[in-house]
């Protein structure tokens, strides 16, 4: 039992939050964790990839709230961030909104997570008269970690993984994968995507660095639009991705023909278009290409993805180990 004077108020408010958090996701907390251990919070991740994953946001979170509270932090998971801004009734989705709200849940440090690369390649291996394929996946993801006492990011940590896997009769799904939208100029990974499936955009810029972004909409009548978030290429990495979910917010695109515009700041007006079609049939595989559910879990993509996260989470203790977030 621990008594007011040995655990601190807000020790206890934290812990009884996260215990609330878990249990309105169908979640329990595996026992009391010990007191020296900082309250972490985490935010839905930021999916700067371009690899045209469904639920990055939420898939890795929940793969990285699984992960320490198994580690032994008491964790206050995004889902319970995302329940109290609404509770609060603020609209913002960005870092001071989420420190605010791991802040007044009681939490020491926030973790603010990005996937920064997924990459895939095609691997065939023949055996005499036998042709096995298959599938070899990298990822790249990273995560802040904010002092919420001083407002301080006491540093950004990157994990790397890998990941092997067969290729099955369904092996068509890892071509909506961006395979080529690097090569040069604005492009697009296909001429022509089904009723769901991400559309993935990618642009090579010849004279790095610069900032860009893209607006995604009808060519027929005026309508709806999608903005992308601004993204800034480099001498390393020339090319910028993003990843349409074919919503214009809440509002699902209809079947036509759709134009990409190239924006490059503070320049106004597009320096550069291209189009593509949205065809009426829906992508029926597209669950299959979303974090958390069970067919995602044997892929190549969850094992790099998994492997990522592991050695991200290797170098978090050492990081925490120099503040004072579990006095």
Known sequence: MYFYGVM??????????VAAALGAVGQTPQGLVPEEKPVLAVAPFVDRSG??????????????????????????????????LLGQGLKARDAAAWSQAALAMGADFLLLGSLESLRTSKVSLSLGFFTVEGVSASA???????????????????GE?????????????????????????????????????????????????NTFYVIVRTVSTPGPSWVSPTLS??????????????????????????????????????????????????AGWSMELQI????????????????????????????LAGTSGSS
């Open 161 to 209: 993984g890998t990941g092997q896997g067969e290729a099955t009769a369904s092996f068509r799904l890892f071509f909506s994968i961006s395979w080529d939208v690097c090569l040069r100029g604005l492009r697009v990974s296909k001429s022509a995507y089904l009723s769901g499936e991400p559309v993935i955009i990618g642009y090579k810029d010849p004279s790095p660095p």
């Open 233 to 282: 290429s480099s001498a390393t990495d020339p090319c910028v991705q993003w990843t349409w979910d074919q919503m214009f917010g809440a509002t699902p695109a209809a079947p036509g023909t759709y134009t990409v515009e190239l924006y490059q700041m503070p320049i106004i007006g597009p320096i550069a278009w291209a189009s593509f079609q949205i065809l009426p049939q829906a």
């Open 8 to 17: 601190p108020m807000r020790k206890i408010l934290a812990m009884f939050l």
């Open 51 to 84: 690899a045209g994953l469904l639920g990055v946001e939420a898939g890795l979170a929940e793969m990285l709230e699984g992960k320490l509270r198994d580690a032994g932090y008491p964790v206050i998971p995004h889902m319970a961030l995302e329940s109290w």
């Open 292 to 319: 958390g559910t069970p067919e995602f879990s044997g892929t190549a993509w969850n094992q790099a993805l998994t492997g990522a996260l592991d050695d991200l989470l290797g170098q978090l203790p050492p990081l």
């Open 140 to 158: 790249e993801v990273a995560v802040t970690v904010r002092d919420l006492k001083t407002g301080e990011e006491l540093g950004r940590l990157v």
